[in-house]
Nanobody, 124 residues
Framework: QVMLVESGGGLVQAGGSLRLSCAAS????????MGWFRQAPGKERAFVAA????????HYADSVKGRFTISRDNAKKMVYLQMNSLKSEDTAVYYC?????????????????WGQGTQVTVSS
C-alpha cells in the first residue's frame, strides 16, 4: 500500500511561483516512478510532469516546459513540483501519482496510486 499526500497549493498571482510537495509512504519509494497531473474545472485530468525512480529522467508536458521542474528526494520519500511563471491556465487541482514499475511517463492509467490533490489558483 502506498499513500501519497500533496501540499503546497494556494492562491498566487500570475507570474508568481509555488512549490508543491508530495509525501509518500512505502518501503520501496525509491523504486517508484512519480508523476504530477492536474485537473481544471470541466476538464479531464492532464499530465504535467514525471520523474523516474532514480531521478535521472524527467518528462514534461509542452505547456509547462521551461516553467515547471520536478524533483525527488528518495531519502525523505518526497517529490516536488517547482512552478514558476504561473499563468491563469495553470489553475487546477494538482495530483501526484506513483508508478510501481519506476517509469516516468504521461499515461495516467499507468500510475497505480494517487494522492487526494491540492488546489492551485492563479489570479490574473
Amino acid at each position: 500500500q502506498v499513500m501519497l499526500v500533496e501540499s503546497g497549493g494556494g492562491l498566487v498571482q500570475a507570474g508568481g511561483s509555488l512549490r508543491l510537495s508530495c509525501a509518500a509512504s512505502g518501503r520501496t519509494f525509491s523504486s517508484y516512478g512519480m508523476g504530477w497531473f492536474r485537473q481544471a474545472p470541466g476538464k479531464e485530468r492532464a499530465f504535467v510532469a514525471a520523474i523516474s525512480w532514480s531521478g535521472g529522467y524527467s518528462h514534461y508536458a509542452d505547456s509547462v516546459k521551461g516553467r515547471f521542474t520536478i524533483s525527488r528526494d528518495n531519502a525523505k520519500k518526497m517529490v516536488y513540483l517547482q512552478m514558476n511563471s504561473l499563468k491563469s491556465e495553470d489553475t487546477a487541482v494538482y495530483y501526484c501519482a506513483a508508478d510501481l514499475y519506476g517509469l516516468a511517463h504521461p499515461a495516467a492509467a499507468g500510475y497505480e496510486y494517487w494522492g487526494q490533490g491540492t488546489q492551485v489558483t492563479v489570479s490574473s
